[in-house]
């Protein structure tokens, strides 16, 4: 999973890392995530104490979209594929393949394009033609948002894309990203729903989003959403972007504020009542895949949040600061310490580099634990490793995932004449591992849960 060519106590601490790591990745694949949560009786298809009647219905639809979209559709159509007639699976570039019956279509992420709103128009299409017995199966993951695009009239592709794009730079967080999206969009905050009312909608969700909100799930398209277009107008406020946002988008929140344009789908909507949802797997599910593999090796192991958000500079002084104080009172610890989190951060992109909010976050760990652990007061001779990643095998525009620090980067840094707080005020946490080592490459890994970090004490 890692890069590096470390020996001695620092490769056996990594080595335990990697095997962390991959165990809480491999608790949450798609097709592992399928079987465990669906079963089949008959015609019957069982999803977590839920039965449904596959025969009963004229047709059974398939419609996925999210970085883990293929293998999801993939392990329902071993399950379920001689009851759904025909359906559309979006994946990521370069997944592209044949499945009997489904039409796959590429799109990417985080920003949409062309592709994006062909998907989009032909989801809708199949949603607008489902009737009142007919089924629509959605499976949905991270990334769904921009794979799948829809403007409400008025607003075009580049324009949704410009303050997608905006927004991410200045550190919007997922749900105030998806608050503005949704006001822009055909077919999220629940019209998705309504674009197939009257046919019932069984929704399955890996989630990607802090405390599994389904309406914020792939911008929830057929669950009820409650943010206005005030909320967005209030995001874009926040950001310092209203005044420069695109001039149709300005004039569709105004308007849908003044009540010209309808409002997402709230709570309570008859619509609803033909919607099952279920979330069959998140970010918790993977941390205790983790600790169970560090107890394994030895660690004392503490899941410390699921819910990390904020930005990533300060939660690593929050974190290191903790490493730190659990550090001096290490002789009273009975064995060596893991400690585990998962959320996902923000960072401001203020410089030109190159990198993403996994890697900045170990970037500025590692100068913290540089202050606390090479300046702090008397030796403190411990071993200790640091690394986030996104579970997604995605960490920004970059080809990494994440990284890890450890005491060997600081020294390998050093001697190539590496300013580490330079890289961090650039934003240039990857070129910054690229030379010091520490990158995290997975590749896409198939599913999205957000991130994971581990800290390990020795």
């Known amino acids: 999973m890692f890069t590096m060519d470390s020996p001695g106590e620092t490769g056996r601490l990594f080595g ?8 809480a990745l491999e608790e949450v694949a798609p097709q592992s995530l399928i079987k465990r949560t ?3 009786d008959g015609s019957r298809l069982i999803i977590q104490e839920k039965a449904l009647d596959l025969s009963w219905y004229e047709n059974v639809f398939l419609v996925a979209f999210g970085k883990a979209a293929l293998p999801m559709s993939q392990s329902l159509m071993k399950i379920a594929g001689d009851f759904i007639r025909r359906g559309i699976v979006v994946c990521v570039p370069g997944q592209e393949m044949f499945l009997p019956g489904l039409l796959l279509l590429p799109a990417p992420h985080p920003l949409p394009d062309r592709r994006s709103l062909k998907a989009g128009d032909l989801i809708l299409n199949l949603a607008r033609n489902a009737g009142d017995k007919d089924l629509l199966l959605l499976l949905l993951s991270g990334g769904g948002s921009a794979q799948v695009c829809c403007p409400v009239p008025g607003v075009t592709l580049e324009e949704k894309r410009r303050v997608t794009e905006e927004l991410l730079r200045r ?3 997922i749900t105030e990203l998806n608050t503005v999206r949704k006001h822009l969009s055909a077919i999220k905050g629940g019209r998705l729903a309504l674009a197939a009312n ?3 909608i069984v929704s399955l969700a890996i989630s990607d989003v802090i405390g599994d909100d389904l309406e914020s799930i792939a911008s929830g398209p057929v669950h009820w959403d409650s943010s206005t277009y005030a909320d967005a107008q209030h995001v874009l406020e926040i950001y310092d972007y209203w005044d420069e946002v695109p001039t149709p988008v300005r004039q569709v929140i105004v308007g ?5 344009f309808p409002e997402t789908l709230k709570r309570g909507d008859d619509i609803f009542k033909k919607v099952s949802s279920f979330v069959i797997g998140n970010n918790a599910l993977a941390l205790r895949a983790a600790q169970r593999q560090a107890e394994q090796l030895g660690f004392k192991t503490i899941i410390l949040t699921s819910g990390d958000r904020g930005e990533a500079r300060q939660a690593a002084e929050r974190y290191v600061a903790l490493l730190d104080s659990l550090s001096q009172s290490k002789n009273r610890l009975l064995r060596p310490l893991c400690l585990l989190s998962g959320g996902e951060l923000t960072v401001r992109v203020k410089g030109k580099g190159k990198g993403g909010r996994n890697q900045e976050f170990v970037l500025a760990a590692l100068l913290e634990m540089k202050k606390q652990f090479l ?3 008397g030796e403190r001779p411990i071993n200790w490793l640091v690394a986030s990643f996104g579970t997604d095998g995605i960490d920004g525009g970059t080809d990494a995932a994440g990284a890890w620090a ?3 980067v600081l020294q390998r840094a050093a001697e190539l004449g590496l300013d580490a707080r330079e890289y961090l005020e650039a934003n240039d946490s990857y070129r910054f591992f690229q030379k010091a080592g520490g990158l995290i490459k997975t590749g896409p ?5 957000m991130d994971i970090r581990i800290f390990l004490l020795c």
């Open 256 to 260: 849908g504020i003044a009540g010209k």
């Open 38 to 40: 669906i079963a089949r």
């Open 375 to 377: 300046n702090g007061p």
């Open 406 to 408: 450890a005491h060997e």
């Open 445 to 449: 890994t198939g599913t999205n849960v």
């Open 171 to 173: 550190g919007a967080d």
């Open 16 to 23: 335990k890392a990697d095997k962390i790591l991959r165990a």
């Open 198 to 200: 009257p046919a019932a």
